[in-house]
């Protein structure tokens, strides 16, 4: 199916997505949409023909458990309301532990990077295969950015994602933003990934911005895109003419007319055509079996709660890793953490004023997120209270009230805390 040029959609931008020229299509991030209606500006856009792709973000197949059924019936159920002709998701895992590591559930708050190792494609295929069998449309998975690389890796990108693609039969979303952060972050040439991967199972891609910052690139989303993740398109359309081109912005919005001056130029570089010789041929295995090989969901979860568990709860470093670079990482998803509970629960920041990020870091450095940004947001504000902050009793006082109002009749007191952590640290063991 032929795409077009389209941007992704968000409800900060609504009204500017609508009268944008020239957008054939837009995508959704799944998990922001209901399952049962639509926000306005998605029905007015659909109405007009407009084709809308919901882009999921917290199933995690990268990770050691089967998916979850109810987390793959929603996103069904999101793409029966759409009628759209497929659904998206990523290599990625974002949470760890659970009943195969006998350990508490953890979740990253954002998407990690996969080990490509044959053992964590094994799961991976099969992750992917349960997920096909649940889903009403085709499946595009998109490669990640990464600012680590894990120890004893034994494929490339490209070789990563055509094992995939020939054992799963799944599509491909290639974000050539990602390719380039992998360059800056990995030392990898985004022009052999896209030699060694089959662009001709791309379904769309991704362009997007992002900024450096201390010899590492930041896939941020919010900076405008920058001309050498443009040129990485452009080696793609080398190779291919994608179905679609989407660009994604999910932070610091520019006007109307910076959006449309960055579709121009994808529009252009889409539209060129350049195409060269054939890529260089690729070594493909035979088909796998449908099952991972004996112990291998058993060891990427060790692997990867391992990984985790020093991202965001201060553990030790598993061997082989970067130290200084696992430091950028954890440093990244305290930030976004801290920037997501803010969207969803306003009223701190507004309370805290300047120090709330300052105040939420400290919180974050130790204490792993398990149960949703919501209930962090709660679990935040009760931190505070119980330790008699913010020093500003008016400040106190409207925290109070916005805790008792989402939580309970009162905050507890110490010794209710006590307790808690105590239980914590004991189902942790």
Not at 184 to 207: K, S
Not at 405 to 411: E, Q
Request: glycine residues 8%; hydrophobic residues 45%; proline residues 8%.
């Amino acid at each position: 199916m032929k795409l077009g040029i389209g941007i992704g959609w968000r409800p900060e931008i609504a009204d500017a997505v609508e009268d944008l020229p020239g957008i054939d299509w837009v995508e959704a991030v799944a998990e922001n949409l209901c399952t049962d209606h639509l926000p306005d500006s998605l029905v007015r856009l659909r109405e007009r023909g407009v084709t809308v792709v919901p882009h999921g973000v917290s199933l995690g197949l990268g990770g050691a458990d089967r998916p979850d059924p109810g987390r793959l019936a929603g996103l069904a159920a999101r793409a029966e309301l759409l009628g759209t002709p497929l659904v998206t998701e990523h290599i990625a895992f974002v949470r760890a532990g659970g009943p195969l590591t006998a350990s508490p559930v953890l979740e990253a708050g954002h998407l990690l990077p996969v080990p490509r190792t044959w053992d964590a494609l094994d799961v991976l295929c099969e992750n992917v295969r349960i997920a096909q069998d649940s889903l009403p449309v085709p499946l595009a998975l998109e490669n990640i950015a990464a600012l680590i690389s894990w120890p004893g890796e034994e494929l490339t990108e490209g070789q990563f994602l055509a094992e995939l693609v020939e054992r799963t039969g799944v599509r491909l979303l290639i974000d050539v933003a990602n390719l380039h952060t992998n360059h800056v972050n990995r030392g990898e040439d985004p022009a052999t990934a896209l030699d060694e991967l089959p662009v001709e199972a791309i379904a769309y891609v991704h362009v997007a911005g992002g900024v450096e910052k201390d010899g590492v690139w930041h896939d941020t989303h919010a900076h405008p895109v920058t001309r050498p993740v443009l040129d990485v398109l452009a080696e793609l359309r080398s190779r291919v003419d994608p179905p679609g081109v989407l660009l994604e912005r999910d932070d610091d919005f520019p006007p109307a007319a910076e959006l449309a001056g960055e579709l121009a130029a994808i529009r252009s570089t889409a539209a060129a055509s350049t195409a060269r010789g054939a890529a260089r041929p690729r070594t493909v295995r035979p088909p796998a079996p449908a099952a991972p090989a004996a112990g291998a969901r058993d060891r990427t979860a060790v692997a990867q709660t391992a990984l985790l568990s020093s991202l965001v709860a201060g553990t030790p470093v598993p061997e082989g890793f970067d130290h200084r670079r696992l430091g950028v990482q954890s440093r990244a998803l305290a930030a976004k953490r801290a920037d997501v509970v803010a969207k969803v629960a306003p009223e701190l920041p507004e309370i805290l004023g300047d120090g709330y990020r300052r105040e939420f870091l400290a919180y974050a450095r130790n204490r792993p997120m398990s149960g949703g940004y919501r209930r962090d947001a709660l679990a935040f504000a009760e931190l505070l209270l119980v330790e008699g902050r913010p020093g500003d009793e008016a400040a106190r006082r409207r925290l109070t009230v916005w805790w008792r109002d989402r939580a309970a009749p009162r905050p507890p007191g110490r010794a209710t805390r006590l307790a808690r952590s105590a239980r914590a640290a004991l189902l942790g063991k």
